[in-house]
């Protein structure tokens, strides 16, 4: 297994001064947003920045289509010009804005509110707005989500406690509760092709397919994130990795993001960040498990995106990393010929010194 720092294998490295919440690419667009509010975008060929704009903050998600970029800040929504960086509408939610995602002709968001009194989130609410900005629609939901997905039975959000199971969501009617077998609250979820996989705070996963429901047992720690390729990959918070594709591997503990990236000489790889002190992005082969490399970086990986040929990373300190697929190949190549000719060099100077004894 080879080693590299973070900065060395990285294409560009870019700032938006304050933690990175959201990052996102798109065609040749990189788009990220911080706790303090600033968005911002790069053309990821040239590595230019094409446009900075200050909100209150934190941003919250971003979701792109075509030249149009939805933005969930504060309690705020807005539509904003990709190429150009302009506002085009805005409108203030109640509550602390959390998820947007744009099917057809609608968008969806989700606001939450916190309750001081008892420490936690205490309701949300689900918003349909059409693309002019008019409302169509609210739902006052019991909790927070942490999961929402758009399928074409509806709209489903994971639901932690009071509730736990999950919600579901149909235009024209009312919120539907449903109970799962696994009584634990959802942490996370992942949405394939209208099939929904919940992840529970006991290690266990839900995968809903309209209305069957199937268990998966994994471990028994948190779910933190989870991805797919042709079946389901589980990070969990105790550093375990599970693939239904037949294998397990350990790793640090508090595996934050996971995810498939591009392939690395031919092989095609699963890529995750781990924190303990310090983050350690690890690549394993995505048929076995094993890992291939292991990339070490000072601060904590908040958001992790994959798309084509590049991986993007933001960190806790605002600063934004892009690695290229082409890039990243060269780099360890000329490495593994440096650390070869620097072995080669021992070697002689050893048999020089034994020569002279």
Not at 158 to 174: M, N, Q
Not at 223 to 245: A, M
Not at 256 to 277: F, H, R, V, Y
Not at 297 to 319: P, Y
Request: hydrophobic residues 35%; proline residues 2%.
């Amino acid at each position: 297994m080879e080693e590299y720092q973070l900065i060395e294998v990285s294409s560009f490295i870019r700032d938006i001064r304050s933690m990175c919440t959201v990052i996102k690419i798109s065609d040749d667009y990189l788009v990220s947003g911080s706790q303090k509010g600033i968005l911002a975008c790069w053309t990821i060929s040239s590595g230019t920045e094409n446009w900075r704009i200050e909100f209150e903050g934190p941003c919250s998600e971003v979701c792109i289509e075509g030249n149009n970029l939805y933005l969930t800040e504060e309690g705020n929504i807005h539509l904003i010009d990709l190429n150009l960086g302009k506002i085009k509408w805005s409108k203030e939610l109640e509550g602390l804005s959390d998820f947007i995602q744009v099917s057809g002709e609608n968008i969806w968001v989700t606001s939450s509110i916190y309750d001081l009194h008892i420490s936690n989130y205490s309701e949300s609410t689900v918003w349909l707005f059409d693309k002019n900005g008019l409302k169509l629609e609210e739902w006052l939901v019991e909790g927070k989500p942490w999961f929402f997905g758009v399928t074409k039975y509806g709209v489903y959000l994971g639901l932690s406690r009071p509730k736990c199971g999950y919600a579901k969501i149909s235009i024209g009617k009312e919120v539907e509760y449903i109970t799962l077998k696994n009584k634990n609250p959802i942490t996370t979820g992942f949405l394939q092709e209208d099939i929904i996989f919940l992840g529970h705070s006991d290690g266990k996963i839900s995968e809903l397919n309209n209305n069957s429901v199937r268990e998966i047992e994994v471990g028994d720690r948190a779910v933190n994130t989870l991805e797919y390729d042709e079946k389901i990959i589980v990070g969990l918070e105790s550093g375990e990795i599970y693939s239904e594709n037949g294998w397990k591997n350990k790793i640090r503990n508090n595996i934050d993001k996971i995810m498939k990236g591009p392939p690395i000489d031919d092989l095609k790889t699963i890529w995750l960040s781990s924190w303990e002190n310090s983050t350690t992005i690890y690549a394993l082969d995505i048929m076995l498990g094993e890992v291939k490399y292991e990339i070490n970086h000072v601060s904590r990986i908040r958001e992790m995106v994959s798309f084509d040929n590049f991986i993007a990373l933001g960190d806790s300190e605002g600063k934004i990393f892009l690695i290229e697929n082409v890039v990243f190949n060269r780099r360890i190549k000329s490495k593994s010929e440096v650390t070869k000719n620097d072995q080669k060099r021992v070697l002689l100077k050893d048999r020089l010194r034994r020569l002279r004894e």
